[in-house]
């Protein structure tokens, strides 16, 4: 019996040790191929949306994919056999950051134009090219030889190669959170339901990246047996949720171009914070903002949880950058807090009548013309100060009659 217990105790714990060599290999080899194949995917772009974003975030994805292969090649102790393919991965690392912050500045921009300055970002990726190019081709031999360049030439390179990575993904990533931090503000002036374009999906990619370099610096300096086991798979799992969010994005500003113009100029006016040139005359104000009442009022504009700016100018008849000068000028609110004051008012209506009273909250706020109950409570309790459910409470203190609605 002690042998049989010794035989399965070894059989046991060499089945573990093949696990713990093998599973986070085998995790790595899906999440590369899985980004490979998303790289692919997002390229080719089967929705035919956001066309020059998603572009630029497959050549990020396509990057992210070689980062796992070279980390695939040095757990397995396979770079003198894959030496190109390493100075290859070394190279798309340069390209990996870059192209992510150009991926946001168009997700994020109404100009739907490729500018030739941008590839100006792309300048280490071409340096370490140039140095290695003939590398990749030819294994040990360079396209220079490097005992031609001084001493002080070579050493500069040399940190100049090694921070240039670094500096990437800090300076990049800064700015790409900053340039989707401004969109959440930006999409507030052009429509009334910001879920489907807030880029929110974005945002946890910013931090999931953020979170995999962290990571990778706990994992390089400490080589912590844990995180080395199970952040594979966490990388597999961020990499299936990408695939659910690129699959199902919308079109962010999916207008005709004059009202693309009209939208870029209203966002660039309000990111110079510069004073409002005068548009209409105070008769001509007064005018539109009479009609523009008459419109929300009696036409109920509000309760079409799609409204945005352009479908709101074409009833009035006016441009997009008029109607967002007439509302901040006449009413002094940008277009979601506009058209979410009569949402909240028209709540307020069907939570005061008897006839509605079998309605629960989140029947009130689809009735309303919210999109959903998330963005109803939090639109509500800014305006009035209380939660639905509380405002519900009041008035049931107040009357003795209305009952609360969960």
Not at 106 to 135: G, N
Not at 282 to 301: C, I, P
Not at 310 to 336: A, M, T
Request: glycine content about 2%; aromatic content about 14%; overall charge positive.
């Amino acid at each position: 019996m002690f042998n049989n217990y010794f035989y399965l105790k070894v059989i046991c714990n060499l089945h573990y040790h093949i696990i713990k060599i093998t599973m986070p290999v085998i995790l790595l080899n899906i999440t590369c191929v899985s980004f490979y194949l998303l790289a692919f995917i997002t390229f080719f772009n089967p929705l035919k949306v956001n066309l020059i974003a998603n572009k630029w975030l497959s050549v990020f994805l396509f990057s992210v994919g070689s980062a796992f292969l070279d980390t695939i090649i040095h757990e397995t102790r396979s770079m003198d056999s894959y030496a190109q393919v390493v100075a290859f991965n070394e190279l798309s690392r340069f390209a990996m950051m870059p192209a992510l912050y150009l991926s946001v500045l168009h997700y994020t921009s109404p100009d739907k134009v490729l500018r030739k300055r941008e590839y100006l970002h792309f300048i280490p990726f071409l340096i370490f090219f140039i140095c290695t190019a003939s590398f990749v081709v030819k294994p040990n031999q360079l396209l220079f030889n490097p005992d031609i360049f001084p001493v002080v030439f070579k050493t500069g390179l040399q940190i100049f190669i090694k921070l240039a990575i670094p500096v990437q993904l800090v300076g990049y990533w800064l700015l790409s959170y900053y340039k989707l931090a401004r969109h959440q503000k930006n999409i507030l002036l052009i429509t009334s339901n910001t879920a489907p374009v807030d880029l929110s999906w974005l945002r946890y990619l910013l931090f999931g990246i953020l979170f995999m370099i962290l990571i990778s610096m706990i994992d390089k300096f400490s080589e912590n047996q844990f995180l080395r086991m199970y952040s594979p798979v966490g990388n597999l799992a961020g990499t299936l949720i990408l695939v659910y969010f690129l699959l199902s994005q919308k079109e962010i500003y999916p207008y005709e171009t004059p009202e693309l113009d009209s939208i870029n100029t209203i966002i660039n006016t309000e990111q110079k914070s510069k004073p409002v040139k005068q548009r209409f005359s105070e008769e001509t104000l007064a005018l539109l903002k009479s009609k523009v009442t008459h419109l929300m009022e009696s036409n109920r504009l509000f309760l079409d949880n799609e409204l945005s700016l352009p479908e709101l100018s074409k009833e009035l008849n006016v441009s997009p950058h008029d109607l967002s000068y007439l509302l901040n000028e006449g009413f002094g609110l940008n277009f979601f807090q506009f058209v979410n004051s009569y949402r909240i008012s028209e709540a307020k209506r069907l939570m005061l009548s008897d006839k509605y009273r079998h309605l629960n909250i989140l029947g009130i706020a689809y009735s309303a013309g919210f999109n959903s109950k998330t963005t109803f409570n939090t639109a509500f309790k800014k305006e009035t100060g209380l939660s639905p459910s509380q405002f519900m409470q009041q008035a049931k203190v107040d009357t003795g009659s209305i009952p609360s609605l969960q």
